[in-house]
Nanobody, 124 residues
Framework: QVQLVESGGGLVQAGGSLRLSCAASGVSFSSYAMAWFRQAPGKEREFVAAISWSGGGNIYYADSVKGRFTIFRDNAKNTVYLQMNSLKPEDTAVYYC????????????????WGQGTQVTVSS
């Protein structure tokens, strides 16, 4: 069973940057599609970005983060990253890493493995 541990959240001013990391253990990481979701207070968990097991061109973003966020993975380190630039106050949320065997999906219900989440707060 895969275990996921996120890190890298924090408080940043609008326009700033953060890099989130998600370290996986317990499985063959390179077989899993990885995704980032986020959940703001009072809102449903929403898809942010995903990357297929092979990385490369199989990368997907929510429209709200395209051009600002970049997802990438290092299979040798069993880690997926989310580089967040030009942050906005509306990006404030708890960010979760998720994994699923096979192809990516954008629905949170398709993922069974989740990290504990890391808080990202963007001040205006």
């Amino acid at each position: 069973q895969v275990q996921l541990v996120e890190s890298g959240g924090g408080l940043v001013q609008a326009g700033g940057s953060l890099r989130l990391s998600c370290a996986a253990s317990g499985v063959s990481f390179s077989s899993y599609a990885m995704a980032w979701f986020r959940q703001a207070p009072g809102k449903e968990r929403e898809f942010v970005a995903a990357i297929s097991w092979s990385g490369g061109g199989n990368i997907y973003y929510a429209d709200s983060v395209k051009g600002r966020f970049t997802i990438f993975r290092d299979n040798a380190k069993n880690t997926v990253y989310l580089q967040m630039n030009s942050l906005k106050p509306e990006d404030t949320a708890v960010y979760y890493c998720a994994a699923r065997l096979g192809v990516y999906r954008s629905s949170s219900s398709d993922y069974r493995a989740w990290g504990q989440g890391t808080q990202v707060t963007v001040s205006s």
